[in-house]
């Protein structure tokens, strides 16, 4: 195990280390959230104000394994899709991706990723989905739904909440852009983190191939990574979504939603689950934390179609605690980002090591043997 990793005791360990590696641009786009950042804190406290009433004397040795969208996974975890992993961790995707199949859990490729859908597939293998943008080349995101099946990914992950960037103020004070710049403003890095930026002019600015690499054949603009904001279709439907449900053989899972109507739309568009999400509070700030959403949801849908839940998931109990109110599984982002960024597929590993060992002491210490042990008994609300 790495010097850096031996010190990191949990999530918050790790994102500390990454903090002290990483050029502070880079660190601030991956933690940062929108405007006041209101709703990325408000996901971490409404998991802390659920407080676990454990049950005692049961002598049990817990199972963590669950069942999410038909396929065995040892742990009720997914690691979530992340664009632009590539600045702070080269073949960060692929790290992230061999990590989650060792660990036997799936992972999302983003749309957005600096890897291509295809390479993924080939290097790492294991349960991988696919999320997709929907652009406003409708010819684009199709052709990018027939690279994920082709390449053998058997999700389709729809993410709806990003009709337009969020603001993020951090990217802007840091003069962050992507592709990333050398501006004057962030020239110091060359000063602060000599190795990164070094590593940048010899190994070149990581692109997205998922876009560029369409630039020839489908008249994507060639600078497809500059625009690639502007590529998303703010005009995508639930009509839309019906398209595509007809087009993906495979299971879809619809992204970003905190309302148990479009939980209850969803469904009834032939989506095989969602994931309650507000994007790590990246999107819309003042959104409802993704804790509180769950349980109307739940209580809508989730005898039709499986519920995922993201954002602020730091600790095993975390995982324990969404299970308990509905969630099939949960997604964890930034801290699986911030594992591959301070050791590759190692630091990736230890990230998910922790939450599996956290989340085994607590279900011992609650006396819960399996994942379908938890239910909304273990929860009282403080
Ligand atoms: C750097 C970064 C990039 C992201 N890129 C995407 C993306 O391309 N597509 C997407 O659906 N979500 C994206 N997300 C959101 C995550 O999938 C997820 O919803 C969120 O990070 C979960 O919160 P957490 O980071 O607190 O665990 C991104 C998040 C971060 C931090």
């Given at each position: 195990?790495?010097?850096?990793?031996?010190?990191?005791?949990?999530?918050?360990?790790?994102?500390?280390?990454?903090?002290?590696?990483?050029?502070?641009?880079?660190?601030?786009?991956?933690?940062?959230?929108?405007?006041?950042?209101?709703?990325?804190?408000?996901?971490?406290?409404?998991?802390?104000?659920?407080?676990?009433?454990?049950?005692?004397?049961?002598?049990?040795?817990?199972?963590?394994?669950?069942?999410?969208?038909?396929?065995?996974?040892?742990?009720?975890?997914?690691?979530?899709?992340?664009?632009?992993?590539?600045?702070?961790?080269?073949?960060?995707?692929?790290?992230?991706?061999?990590?989650?199949?060792?660990?036997?859990?799936?992972?999302?490729?983003?749309?957005?990723?600096?890897?291509?859908?295809?390479?993924?597939?080939?290097?790492?293998?294991?349960?991988?989905?696919?999320?997709?943008?929907?652009?406003?080349?409708?010819?684009?995101?199709?052709?990018?739904?027939?690279?994920?099946?082709?390449?053998?990914?058997?999700?389709?992950?729809v993410t709806a909440d990003v009709p337009v960037g969020g603001k993020r103020e951090r990217?802007?004070?840091?003069?962050?852009?992507?592709?990333?710049?050398?501006?004057?403003?962030?020239?110091?890095?060359?000063?602060?983190?000599?190795?990164?930026?070094?590593?940048?002019?010899?190994?070149?600015?990581?692109?997205?191939?998922?876009?560029?690499?369409?630039?020839?054949?489908?008249?994507?603009?060639?600078?497809?990574?500059?625009?690639?904001?502007?590529?998303?279709?703010?005009?995508?439907?639930?009509?839309g979504l019906k398209e595509i449900r007809k087009r993906w053989p495979g299971k879809l899972?619809?992204?970003?939603?905190?309302?148990?109507?479009?939980?209850?739309?969803?469904?009834?568009?032939?989506?095989?689950g969602v994931i309650v999400s507000n994007h790590g509070g990246r999107q819309l700030d003042?959104?409802?934390?993704?804790?509180?959403?769950?349980?109307?949801?739940?209580?809508?849908?989730?005898?039709?179609?499986?519920?995922?839940?993201?954002?602020?998931?730091?600790?095993?109990?975390?995982?324990?605690?969404?299970?308990?109110?509905?969630?099939?599984?949960?997604?964890?982002?930034?801290?699986?980002?911030?594992?591959?960024?301070?050791?590759?597929?190692?630091?990736?590993?230890?990230?998910?090591?922790?939450?599996?060992?956290?989340?085994?002491?607590?279900?011992?210490?609650?006396?819960?043997?399996?994942?379908?042990?938890?239910?909304?008994?273990?929860?009282?609300?403080?």
């Amino acid at each position: 195990m790495s010097h850096l990793l031996s010190r990191a005791f949990s999530l918050d360990d790790v994102a500390r280390i990454a903090q002290r590696k990483l050029p502070r641009s880079i660190y601030d786009f991956y933690s940062g959230g929108a405007e006041n950042e209101i709703t990325m804190d408000a996901n971490r406290r409404a998991f802390e104000e659920l407080a676990l009433v454990p049950r005692i004397l049961r002598g049990v040795q817990p199972n963590t394994q669950q069942v999410i969208l038909g396929t065995a996974s040892s742990l009720p975890l997914v690691i979530a899709p992340m664009g632009a992993v590539g600045y702070g961790c080269r073949d960060g995707d692929v790290a992230l991706a061999k990590a989650a199949a060792s660990a036997g859990i799936p992972y999302v490729l983003s749309t957005t990723a600096t890897t291509s859908i295809e390479r993924v597939a080939e290097e790492a293998g294991g349960n991988l989905w696919f999320q997709l943008y929907t652009l406003r080349r409708r010819e684009v995101t199709m052709r990018l739904l027939e690279r994920a099946k082709a390449a053998g990914y058997g999700v389709l992950v729809v993410t709806a909440d990003v009709p337009v960037g969020g603001k993020r103020e951090r990217d802007l004070r840091n003069d962050f852009s992507m592709p990333f710049r050398f501006t004057a403003r962030n020239m110091a890095v060359f000063a602060s983190r000599p190795s990164w930026a070094l590593g940048m002019l010899i190994r070149g600015i990581p692109t997205m191939p998922n876009l560029t690499e369409m630039a020839g054949h489908d008249s994507l603009p060639v600078d497809a990574a500059a625009s690639v904001g502007r590529e998303f279709d703010p005009t995508f439907d639930w009509e839309g979504l019906k398209e595509i449900r007809k087009r993906w053989p495979g299971k879809l899972l619809l992204k970003g939603l905190l309302h148990p109507d479009d939980a209850v739309a969803a469904a009834d568009a032939g989506c095989d689950g969602v994931i309650v999400s507000n994007h790590g509070g990246r999107q819309l700030d003042g959104a409802v934390a993704t804790m509180r959403a769950l349980p109307g949801i739940c209580d809508m849908v989730a005898h039709r179609i499986e519920v995922l839940l993201d954002g602020g998931v730091r600790r095993g109990g975390d995982v324990a605690k969404a299970v308990a109110l509905g969630a099939t599984a949960v997604l964890v982002g930034r801290p699986a980002l911030y594992g591959a960024c301070i050791a590759g597929e190692a630091g990736v590993e230890h990230v998910l090591k922790i939450l599996n060992d956290e989340l085994v002491r607590v279900m011992t210490l609650c006396g819960l043997s399996d994942m379908a042990s938890l239910n909304r008994e273990l929860i009282s609300r403080t």
